[in-house]
């Protein structure tokens, strides 16, 4: 695949994630009964937010792997597998 590519499905996801957050954030308001602050502010919110969204998820999806790894290694150390 073409860095071009890649590059332009990166930004893809970005602004979607951007969107989605954008979207949560404007309905989080609404139903609290706040008003909905200018544009700006919600874009630069939903910018964190997402971005604080990917970090979480980078952690944790290295811990899952790495606990993965850990049983598949253990399953393969004379463990019949039966769990």
């Given at each position: ?11 893809l ?7 989605v ?29 997402a ?17 993965m ?15």
């Amino acid at each position: 695949m073409s860095e071009d590519i890649k590059r332009d499905l990166k930004k893809l996801a970005r602004d979607t994630e951007t969107r989605v957050a954008k979207s949560l954030l404007k309905w989080k308001y609404r139903k609290e009964g706040k008003s909905v602050p200018d544009e700006q502010r919600v874009r630069r919110d939903s910018e964190a937010v997402a971005e604080r969204a990917n970090r979480i998820l980078a952690e944790r999806g290295k811990r899952a792997w790495a606990e993965m790894k850990r049983v598949y290694r253990q399953s393969q150390g004379g463990e019949d597998g039966s769990d």
